[in-house]
């Protein structure tokens, strides 16, 4: 194991030897971030002060930051009902939540974000954070979000990742005083112990912060005018380097109505190949000034941590997807509550948190969700799309699209998309109109259904019982994230309990196991990857259905070193790769096709 901890320190420290300056002009920020040091044990910290959450509701009433956006072309599209519109409810059963507790109570709004690990759960919200085992037991008090960083305050916007390609955890906010974003990476696997924590002073206030996970960085998108996007340097903030740095770019967002949120791609199953672009994405509407057509804009970020001077980004392509409206009131009284004059803010004309990247055979996912306007008459509803990137051009496409949003009369808004290593997609969000009081709830699709439906009946989570008031300001984000298993989905959003209080929860939920779904899955099967004598045994077992697979083992950053196949035969399937060539190091493996897949890692001795 010490041979593994020195080779690994020094991929980490030796891949970089930039210059030591700091430069800070129009085009580029580069600065190293402070090193703030150890944090105590998560499991030793004080509960949090409840109070704080009075104090957080007034800084997020704040809107300068946030814009809405008018209709100012008569002639946009579409006219009147959105054109792929899917008005009914699928048919396919789905299973009641695996899990479904409680989570924090927040600010307002409470911004939830959260994600599973191998045994765990962390939720955050607007002023504390919470880890809990993955029944709902809590393993840690709620705590400030403040006490992770020394002298810091609970100003959030939090965002939880599970970084599973290196088994650790992140847990993010920013510092309205100072322009700061903090950084906190754990130290080991385990989220009670300790984290490397960092303070990252940007040019501007990083309002509306967005990560996600990529082999050369963390990501971040703000919405701000000056250096939006940023790239944080993961290799030496996952091993406590006081050096680690970051890059920050501006894009010149034209034609764009004024908040500036864009998600970068975040990625699930093995991690794209060292030095592979990030992706951004946002879209523009027809109805806003200066732009002709609905559309999907795709940035493309290259970084040089050895000559930060060299990173740039730009317009890499536009897709055009079906015509929507994007645009619901410029008061944010959007959304109707049931038995309330109150409305709620939609969210609009933003995509949500997350933009999932998953790595298949021989393309690339991405998943996108928004909320639209599906009548003219603020009903929401939720447009979806699964992008599809060509793995030897590098070009993306938008493989399929609809728009969630059944005929009773209610809205889905404040949605969270993902799919899983079997291709399947969920789709939850949140539930309010003439009918509901504001709820949670959720669906999903198998990837052999006709495209561009949710075919599965919409289960609902939690239920709520009373209206909102006070406010328009409502979740402002959830958070759906990939269980390590490949096949469980986690979400997190709001909803409203007795007598208005704002209510978060936490389920998890998997589109599988349906009777007579055709067996072109892994949903049960036992991968099983193990080294002897310098073999790499890779096996399959228990699965459904007889196939080709193709074999591939992956360093952590996502290069290729093996590639093999075989085929699935009376439900199983072994491959051998020899390598006693290679050094002692974490790798991944996966096993799959173009329609379902399995990643695991491998320590080699």
Known sequence: MQRNLLLFTFILFGAYSFAQEEIDNDQITFRRGEYLGVSIPLKDLPAADDSDDKEMAKDHQIRENRKRPEAVNPNALPYGIDPILQGSFGTTPLKAPIKNWDGQTGAFPPDPSGAAGPNHYIQAVNSKYRIYDKNGSPVTSSLNLSSLWAGSSNDGDPIVLYDRHADRWVITQFQISGNKILFAVSTTPDPTSTYYTYSFNMPTFPDYPKFSIWADGYYMTTNTGQKNLAAFQREKMLVGDPTAAMVGLNHAYSSHYGFK????????????????????????????????????????????????????????????????????????????????????????????????????????????????????????????????????????????????????????????????????????????????????????????????????????????????????????????????????????????????????????????????????????????????????????????????????????????????????????????????????ATYLVRVGNHDAQRVQKIIIQ
């Not at 006709?450 to 958070?479: C, K």
Request: aromatic share 12%.
């Open 261 to 584: 949120c864009i998600l970068p791609a975040d990625a699930d199953g093995d991690l794209p190949p060292y030095g592979t672009p990030q992706y951004f994405f946002y879209f523009q509407d027809d109805s806003w000034n200066g732009v002709s057509q609905d559309q999907i804009k795709i940035l493309k970020m290259e970084v040089d941590w050895n000559t930060p001077t060299n990173s740039t980004v730009s317009l890499h392509q536009t897709l055009y997807p079906a015509a929507f409206n994007s645009v619901f009131t410029t008061s944010w009284n959007d959304i109707v509550q049931k038995n309330s004059s109150q409305k709620l803010d939609a969210i609009s004309s933003i995509f949500m948190f997350r933009a999932q990247y998953i790595r298949w055979s021989d393309y690339n996912t991405v998943m996108l969700c928004h909320v639209t306007d599906i009548d003219n008459n603020n009903t929401g509803g939720i447009r979806w799309y699964e992008l599809r990137e060509d793995q030897a051009t590098g070009q993306f496409s938008v493989y399929q699209e609809g728009t969630y949003a059944p005929s009773d009369g209610d809205s889905r808004f404040v949605g969270s998309i993902a799919m899983d290593m079997n291709g399947s997609i969920g789709l939850a969000y949140s539930i309010s109109g003439p009918n509901s009081f504001p709820s949670l709830g959720y669906t999903g699709r198998f990837p052999w259904q006709p495209l561009g439906q949710m075919w599965a009946q919409e289960t609902i989570a939690v239920s709520g019982v009373s209206a909102q008031s006070g406010g328009n300001r409502f979740g402002d984000y959830s958070h759906m994230s990939l269980d390590p298993n490949g096949t469980t989905f986690w979400f997190t959003g709001e909803y409203i309990g007795t007598s208005g209080s704002r209510r978060t929860r936490i389920f998890s939920f998997e589109v599988q196991d349906f009777v007579g779904t055709p067996q072109t899955q892994l949903n049960e099967s036992e991968m099983v990857a193990y080294v002897n004598n310098g073999d790499l045994n890779v096996e399959l077992k228990n699965v459904q259905f007889d196939a080709n697979v193709e074999i591939e083992l992956f360093e952590m950053n996502g290069r290729s070193i093996r590639k093999g196949s075989g085929k699935i035969m009376g439900g199983m399937m072994k491959h051998v790769f020899d390598v006693n060539d290679l050094p002692a």
